[in-house]
């Protein structure tokens, strides 16, 4: 075998879900040990799920009944007298009373830098790469020798740790359903063959290392460490979805979101900190309701099966849920029976630890133009969700060029949605 199929197999292993790719620089101090969580923490990981393509507030958490903008849908009530949802959200209005929703405001309407701003909490910035949620809950919440990646993306790549390093970063599943690809050992090497090859690569870099002081060494070890760990633990079972029994699976909904969500769970019962699910398609400038009916059917199951499923197994009150989108629809409907972007007004749903249920914080205007009462703002929402998980929102630290930076940029928690 040579040295370009050892590299792929045998010591990443876990090459097409996303954690060899992670061999760039560790940026931050190796030995920065992990914050515990802060007195009266109630979340110990979260799931988050992301709307990707910025969904129609309009059309799922915040409809407007009687405007000549509201579309087809209509308005339900919920068990939460604070908001009402969506006629195809009729699973989350069942349990809005472990919901609670904020108005948000933002001002970034491009779809890659709005992304960047809700998953870092911060606008982009040609100086610094900033850290995502998953790749700060990783960093502060994380266990390093964890068997299993404490920062998972299902459906797609989330965005990664920023200046904290790679190792950080998101272990990626593009479709749930079974365990990630290239764990077992290739052909013709055995366990004992393995470890001799990584004794020489460990020699190799410690040389590298003392003759180079290069910084990547350590965030180098820390991923093929990683990943050798899972290709030898048996947790990995956890990600065949094949033993859940079929009541659960329906729970979930037969789709590709459905299937992550009940994976998501899964993995926070096995030690994973934070989860991102991708649910893709919202970004409806063409054809609108149709589309919206149909993710919203997806979302419907997912979201509120997972409600469910852990309030039944007592781990809603262990996991913080974060649902958002990087913006809203616009109320007017275009040309295409469609809306376009819109981030002056959206809405962001949190349920499970540290949330108190059957809240709406905030309130739009007839027409779902503006938030005109108590908005909330982007790192409002950061510093919100880390007070949920026990992190201190405005802890500060540096960048590898000695730039303080906090965890969230000035956001204040939103009280009236925290236990």
């Known amino acids: 075998m040579n040295h370009h199929d050892l590299s792929r197999r045998a010591l990443l292993g876990a090459t097409a879900s996303g954690l060899a790719g992670a061999l760039a620089a560790r940026l931050?101090?190796?030995?920065?040990?992990?914050a515990a969580p802060?007195?009266?923490?109630?979340?110990?990981?979260?799931?988050?799920?992301?709307?990707?393509?910025?969904?129609?507030h309009l059309d799922t958490f915040d409809p407007k009944p009687g405007q000549p903008t509201a579309g087809p849908f209509k308005a339900i009530k919920t068990r939460a007298?604070?908001?009402e949802l969506s006629e195809h959200l009729p699973g989350l209005a069942d349990v809005a009373d472990k919901l609670a929703v904020l108005r948000m405001t933002s001002k970034e309407g491009n779809h890659q830098r709005a992304r960047y701003l809700v998953h870092t909490g911060y606008a982009p910035n040609p100086t610094v790469v900033h850290?995502?949620?998953?790749?700060?809950?990783?960093?502060?919440?994380?266990?390093?020798?964890?068997?299993?990646?404490?920062?998972v993306s299902i459906g797609g790549p989330a965005p990664g740790a920023g200046f904290l390093g790679v190792q950080y970063g998101p272990f990626t599943i593009q479709k749930a359903g079974a365990p990630p690809a290239n764990l077992a050992l290739p052909r013709n090497v055995?366990?004992?063959?393995?470890d001799a090859r990584l004794a020489a690569l460990s020699a190799m870099e410690g040389d590298f290392e003392k003759r180079t002081g290069d910084a990547q060494v350590s965030g180098r070890r820390h991923v093929y460490d990683q990943s050798v760990r899972l290709m030898r633990t048996e947790k990995t079972k956890l990600f065949d979805l094949s033993d859940e029994p079929a009541r659960l699976v329906k729970l979930y909904g037969d789709t590709d979101f459905g299937r992550g969500c009940l994976l998501a769970r899964r993995l926070v019962e096995g030690g994973v900190r934070l989860v991102e699910v991708v649910l893709d398609g919202w970004d409806t400038h063409k054809d609108n309701f149709e589309r919206v009916k149909k993710l919203s059917t997806a979302l419907d199951a997912g979201f509120g099966g997972l409600v469910r499923d852990l309030s039944e197994r007592k781990l809603l009150a262990s996991t913080l849920i974060v649902c958002m989108g990087e913006f809203g629809r616009t109320p007017k409907i275009n040309e295409n029976e469609g809306r376009d972007h819109h981030p002056q007004a959206w809405s962001a749903m949190l349920a499970g630890g540290g949330v108190r249920g059957g809240v709406a914080h905030g309130k739009t205007d007839a027409t779902g133009a503006k938030v005109v009462e108590a908005p909330t703002s982007v790192p409002d929402l950061s510093a919100t969700i880390f007070t949920a998980l026990g992190v201190t929102p405005d802890k500060s630290f540096s960048t590898p060029s000695g730039r303080p930076i906090s965890i969230t940029d000035g956001g204040a928690p939103v009280k009236a949605v925290l236990v």
């Open 81 to 83: 007298r604070a908001f």
């Open 190 to 194: 055995d366990g004992k063959r393995l």
């Open 38 to 56: 802060a007195a009266g923490a109630h979340a110990k990981s979260c799931v988050v799920l992301w709307l990707n393509g910025g969904p129609s």
């Open 131 to 151: 850290p995502s949620l998953g790749g700060w809950v990783n960093h502060e919440l994380g266990d390093k020798d964890a068997d299993l990646p404490q920062f």
């Open 28 to 34: 931050f101090d190796p030995r920065a040990a992990f």
